[in-house]
């Protein structure tokens, strides 16, 4: 019996070791591939140039266009879901602790917004532009992604506030503190390193989303001076040049999807080096 369980235990530990390391050397692979493919098209005038006349077709350029929309929409996108998110989030955890039906309902409706696929966002947000009398520009990107990211910031930092004990709560108000002060001195504080990963998955979602941007955010050539200015996206740029029969261009297409891959991994490690840095002021 004693041989059984050891050779049960080890055979799942095996099991859960052998996907683990599958996941990293499949990731690892999907970004070789990615490199290799667009090696030769990973140049300076890549990250430098906004397209010019031809580009889709093998002409000269760049896109930087791309480049600074993705990074416009997503940096937007991402503040206006926190500026929501992060007080849902304390409120769910602060003035509905004591109403459990009503805060399971509310993560509930929250899990659904989630769940929503992206290009039914895209098409809300058409039509809300279009009831407002907006064109596609990078403000219409913005709202319809935020609204695409916004229950991602709410329930990946709800899931880390609710970790907080209740004794702390309690602790706090007995001390004559009020609610406020509950949530954005204690709680807000403990669930930083927790803010920061949410802020980190909205923005990686954002930066990445085509389908929602695809009739919002519109597409153009040049880097958008305002916000009623149509703005380019990455993954938009990555999609038309994989589409062209040109191999010169699909070879684009994969440096795109390589300079993509490297700022969210140049996002990723400043945030959890922020997080890191501020999780010792947390009391364990």
């Known amino acids: 019996m004693k041989q059984y369980k050891k050779a049960e235990e080890q055979f799942f530990k095996f099991l859960s070791g052998f996907a683990t390391y599958s996941l990293i050397v499949l990731l690892a692979f999907i970004i070789l591939i990615i490199f290799i493919k667009g090696f030769n098209a990973l140049t300076l005038d890549m ?3 906004t397209p010019q006349g031809g580009y889709y077709y093998g002409g000269e350029g760049g896109v930087l266009n791309a480049i600074v929309g993705s990074l416009y929409i997503a940096f937007g996108s991402t503040l206006l879901a926190m500026l929501v998110g992060i007080p849902a989030a304390l409120y769910i955890n602060v ?7 009503t805060q399971n309902i509310v993560r509930y409706i929250i899990d659904a917004l989630w769940g929503i696929p992206s290009i039914v966002y895209g098409a809300f947000g058409f039509t809300l532009m279009l009831y407002m009398g907006m064109t596609a520009s990078l403000l219409a990107g913005i709202i319809t992604l935020a609204l695409l990211v916004a ?9 880390v506030l609710s970790k907080i004990p209740l004794g702390m709560h309690e602790a706090v108000l007995a001390m004559g503190s009020t609610k406020t002060e509950l949530a954005f001195k204690v709680m807000l504080r403990q669930g930083f390193p927790g803010m920061v990963t ?12 085509a389908a929602s941007v695809l009739f919002t955010a519109g597409y153009t050539d040049l880097i958008p ?11 938009l740029a990555i999609f038309f040049q994989l589409g062209s029969p040109i191999p010169e261009v699909r070879e684009r297409a994969y440096a795109a999807a390589a300079i993509l891959t490297i700022i969210v991994l140049i996002i990723s ?5 922020i997080s890191k840095r501020y999780s010792k002021t947390i009391i364990k």
């Open 198 to 209: 949410a802020i980190l998955l909205a923005f990686g979602r954002a930066i990445g989303d």
């Open 151 to 159: 229950p991602i910031v709410i329930r990946t930092f709800d899931e």
């Open 47 to 49: 990250v430098i140039k």
């Open 225 to 235: 001076r305002a916000l009623d200015e149509p703005a380019a996206t990455l993954p």
């Open 95 to 101: 003035h509905l602790v004591s109403h459990k039906k």
């Open 269 to 273: 490690l400043t945030a959890r080096g």
